[in-house]
């Protein structure tokens, strides 16, 4: 008996997830560079490199020292940085000797970026590639200006490889995640171009996230080289929501208690410390049942999560106290880094330790 709440990951489901996905690329004719900010878990990032990925992404320093720390139990020294990193002297050496251990890719999105990444780095043996915006207005340069970021780049001494993005504004209702795929693909193009123009060959060019994958075809391949989801191994609420994914596709849950009920509302041991707070505008609650799709978690504490269910539901349909149910977290990312393991359902209950969580930096 495990003490509720905790993570569990159902591994066939995780396995059929990956074997989609690493499918789907293949038809498609690109890499596979799943983000790894999302499981943070070196089990998972080597059942990734096993269906066929490339290498890893990581969003900080910190997530790619604690995938290189684990490199022989991944497979993997090929990772990339996706962030436009502006690096202090602490953290360039911590770049210097990354790039001594794996094949290491860092962002840069500016010109005072890539200049400073030269002085800071010198000919430290890494690759760059320019990030550019596709609609986010987030971080990246504008598509049209890819080109002058990577030649003062490749003028101060850098590697420039290529260029990438996230479609980050592909999370909505409706036709959301098509547009966002759309612009994707227009903005690495015309990013691309200019590079070309500039005299930087864009032999990497990078995209992809979970919510716009489903939208690539092979037409795509003549743009996109590579893919970098990184929620598609588990999926969550979100995905559910904006037609990403099935209840079905779900991989990760919270295993939670019901504590109280009344008539058609119950509460559940699980807040917002073991599911994270996210909440998107459109968003119908803070997470759904994996077993309850019409139930909603309509409000959400530190160590209680409220549930409501719709007012017709039969009262042997609604969980009773003292019962387990398994919640979908809006956010899956939000919510393995607040947990030190996942439990993986295979037969035998296997722990499979976060190594990155909180590697913020």
């Given at each position: 008996m495990i003490d509720t709440p905790y993570l569990e990951v159902d591994v066939d489901r995780l396995d059929r997830n990956l074997a989609t996905l690493a499918g789907a690329a293949r038809n498609v004719g690109v890499d596979v560079r799943p983000h790894a900010k999302t499981h943070k878990c070196a089990e998972i990032a080597r059942l990734q490199i096993d269906h066929g990925a490339v290498g890893l992404t990581v969003a900080t320093i910190g997530e790619a020292e604690a995938f290189a720390d684990a490199s022989d139990a991944t497979r993997c020294t090929d990772i990339f940085i996706a962030y436009p990193l502006w690096p202090n002297a602490v953290q360039a050496s911590r770049l210097r000797a990354l790039?001594?251990?794996?094949?290491?890719?860092?962002?840069?999105?500016?010109?005072?970026?890539?200049?400073?990444?030269?002085?800071?780095?010198?000919?430290?043996?890494?690759?760059?590639?320019?990030?550019?915006?596709?609609?986010?207005?987030?971080?990246?340069?504008?598509?049209?200006?890819?080109?002058?970021?990577?030649?003062?780049?490749?003028?101060?001494?850098?590697?420039?490889i290529g260029v990438f993005t996230f479609p980050g504004h592909s999370y909505g209702l409706g036709d959301?995640?098509?547009?966002?795929?759309?612009?994707?693909?227009?903005?690495?193009?015309?990013?691309?171009?200019?590079?070309?123009?500039?005299?930087?060959?864009?032999?990497?060019?990078?995209?992809?996230?979970?919510?716009?994958?489903?939208?690539?075809?092979?037409?795509?391949?003549?743009?996109?080289?590579?893919?970098?989801?990184?929620?598609?191994?588990?999926?969550?609420?979100?995905?559910?929501?904006?037609?990403?994914?099935?209840?079905?596709?779900?991989?990760?849950?919270?295993?939670?208690?019901?504590?109280?009920?009344?008539?058609?509302?119950?509460?559940?041991?699980?807040g917002s410390k073991i599911l994270g707070a996210d909440r998107a505008p459109w968003a119908t609650g803070y997470g759904r049942l994996l077993d309850h799709h019409d139930a909603r978690i309509v409000m959400l504490s530190e160590h209680h999560a409220v549930v409501?269910?719709?007012?017709?539901?039969?009262?042997?349909?609604?969980?009773?106290?003292?019962?387990?149910v398994r919640v979908v977290p809006n956010h899956v990312c939000n919510a393995v880094n607040l947990v030190d393991e996942l439990v993986a359902i295979d037969g035998s209950d296997t722990r499979w330790p976060v190594i990155a969580r909180g590697r913020n930096s």
């Open positions: 790039a001594e251990r794996v094949n290491l890719r860092v962002g840069v999105d500016s010109l005072a970026g890539a200049r400073h990444l030269a002085r800071s780095l010198g000919t430290a043996g890494l690759q760059v590639l320019v990030e550019v915006d596709s609609g986010q207005h987030r971080t990246g340069v504008a598509p049209e200006l890819a080109g002058s970021v990577a030649e003062a780049g490749v003028a101060a001494g850098l590697d420039v959301t995640r098509r547009a966002a795929a759309e612009q994707e693909v227009a903005a690495l193009a015309t990013a691309a171009a200019g590079l070309r123009a500039n005299g930087v060959d864009p032999r990497v060019r990078s995209g992809g996230s979970t919510p716009t994958v489903g939208f690539l075809d092979a037409g795509h391949a003549d743009v996109l080289t590579e893919i970098r989801p990184g929620v598609y191994p588990f999926n969550d609420a979100q995905q559910v929501e904006i037609g990403s994914c099935g209840f079905d596709e779900v991989a990760l849950t919270a295993v939670a208690t019901v504590v109280r009920r009344d008539a058609h509302r119950i509460v559940l041991d699980a409501e269910f719709p007012a017709e539901s039969p009262d042997e349909d609604i969980p009773g106290i003292g019962s387990f």
